[in-house]
Structure formats: C-alpha cells, structure tokens
C-alpha cells in the first residue's frame, strides 16, 4: 500500500535538536519502518527569535535535508507511486519567500515545491493566520503570489490562514485549496481546525485535507487520544461526502506530544488496518493513506512549467 503524509517538521528540528535519527518522530528510520513512500517535509519558516532569517533558515534545511539519507524527488513525480521511501518540499510560512516572487521561482525550480502554507502563526507579506483574527484578507502580494503558485502547479496549503484568507484561496485559484495538516472544528475547537464551510468548499473542489495527529487539535483538552480520534475526524470528513479529499498530515516533529500508539512515523501503516477495522473499504484505505495526495500532486504536476 501506498503511505503519504503532507507535513513534518523533521527539517526545522534538525537544525535545533541534537537528536540521532532514530530521535526524530519522521526521520529515515521511523518512516521505513512506518511504511511510508513519500513524505512531505516543510521548509518552516520557525519562530521569530531565531536571529536567521526564515529564508535563511530555509537554506540551512536544505543542506540538512540532504543528510537524511532521503531521495528528494526534485521534478516531477513518476508515472506511478514509488515502492520505497521518497521526499518532496514544502514551505510552512510563506514569510520564507520575503515578499519576492523570485524566491518562488528560485525555491521551485530548484526543489519543486509541492505546496505553501501562506501563514504560520505570524502576520506575514502574504495574509494573516488564523491564530490572530478572522477577517483580515489576504495581502497584495499574497494575490500577486497565487496567481503564480497557480501558473505553477504549486497547491496553496491554508493550515494556518484564518477564514478570510482562506475564502480569498478558495475565490482566486485555480488549483483547489489544500489543507495539508487540519482538523474538523466541529470536533474540536482549535482555532487551527477548519469550520465546516471550509470542508465542504474544499471537497467541492476536489481539494485535499491532511488529518494532523496532534491531540489538542483531535479532541478539546487533548488528553487520552488514540488513533480512533484521528479515525474521528476522517468519518466526520467523509460524511460530508469527502473520502477523496481526506489524508494524513501527521506534523511529526513539530507536536511536543502525540496520540497514543502514534508516537512516530513508525506507526503510520497501523492506520490502515483501524480504517479497515473500522469499516471503510480497501479503496477508500487506499485513497486516505496516500492516493489522495498522490492524485492531487499529479495533478499539479500537469501544471508545472
């Protein structure tokens, strides 16, 4: 079975964690072990104290993603789903980008960027995430940006964005909106989670919604979870009619705690087996565990100058 994940922090972590492999929650050893095929690491745009900028930063997560022992697939994806263990890039945090397009172009046509997480939790060139306000839009580069992210087949990932800049997405793109590690609001109320508008506006588009695996965004107070929360919230998905929009967003390495029984990348085969204990046929198992996502990235490969 195909395994996919839209979003870890491994390479952020590397660069200020002193961790051997095996310490990180999505490092080589852990995502073989956990089946995966093709994981989506995030050039995080970090915390503000830091005296690097987040390009900078960006940089320096390059380098080390070159360590990982990892082949990176840099251009377009084969004609069909790898059988052994492959990287792609994102960004999270679209300040990496310092308000130039030619850093779009510059990070894209040197790692082909499968996605960009407009916000993170700072107020950017971009737009403004969720975590400040509601209903502030998007900024006018963040338009001028998704123009080209557009012409470019690189998917805007609105985990993150607060709901006006997420409708400004959802109104100027081509490319469906992806939420590449979000919950279900109506589950939990994280202001990370996205309402059922937002669900519904990305299922209509064929869009993408990545489960992420950190307890206080399955379930209010965040304590005593398990796989069947994160089972939780691909039913409430998939009861709106949303099956083939739904994978897995797990944020390893950037979540300080985990479900139980999910505590690294080395579980994440074990997903399959609770979906189909839970009922959901094999071709939807498929779909939610990386065909999904592997639909939709061919899809901006199409794309992709």
């Known amino acids: 079975m195909f395994i996919a994940d839209t979003h870890c922090d491994t390479l952020y972590s590397m660069l200020f964690e002193s961790w051997s492999d095996g310490g990180f929650m999505a490092g080589k050893e852990n995502l073989l072990k956990g089946k995966v095929n093709l994981q989506t690491f995030a050039l995080f745009a970090g915390a503000r104290q830091y005296k690097d900028t987040p390009y900078e930063n960006a940089r320096r997560m390059i380098e ?158 965040g304590e005593n979870t398990s796989v069947d929360d994160v089972i939780r919230h691909i039913d409430y998905i998939a009861s709106r009619g949303g099956k083939r929009v739904i994978g897995l967003g797990s944020d390893f390495d950037g979540i300080e705690v985990q479900p139980r029984g999910m505590e690294t990348a080395a579980c994440m085969h074990t997903i399959a087996g609770a979906l189909k204990k839970h009922g959901y046929d094999d071709e939807t198992v498929s779909g939610i565990m990386g065909m999904n996502l592997w639909r939709l990235l061919k899809k901006g490969d199409e794309i992709h100058k």
């Open 64 to 221: 080390a993603s070159k360590t990982l022992e990892i082949p990176f697939i840099t251009g377009k994806l084969p004609d069909n789903p790898p059988d052994g263990l492959y990287g792609v890039y994102s960004i999270e945090g679209g300040e990496v980008l310092e308000g130039k397009i030619e850093r779009l172009h510059e990070l894209d046509d040197e790692l082909r960027l499968r996605m960009i997480a407009l916000t993170w939790n700072y107020d950017n060139q971009i737009g403004t995430p969720a975590k400040i306000d509601n209903t502030t839009g998007l900024k006018p580069f963040g338009f001028t940006l998704l123009k080209e992210m557009d012409a470019r087949g690189v998917y805007a990932d609105v985990s993150h964005l607060n709901e006006r800049g997420f409708w400004d997405v959802y109104e100027n793109m081509t490319l469906p909106p992806i939420a590449s590690h979000s919950n279900c609001k109506s589950l939990c109320a994280s202001y990370r989670n996205l309402e059922d508008d937002q669900i519904d506006a990305i299922i209509e588009k064929n869009g993408y919604i990545g489960i992420n695996f950190y307890p206080h965004f399955l379930k209010d107070g």
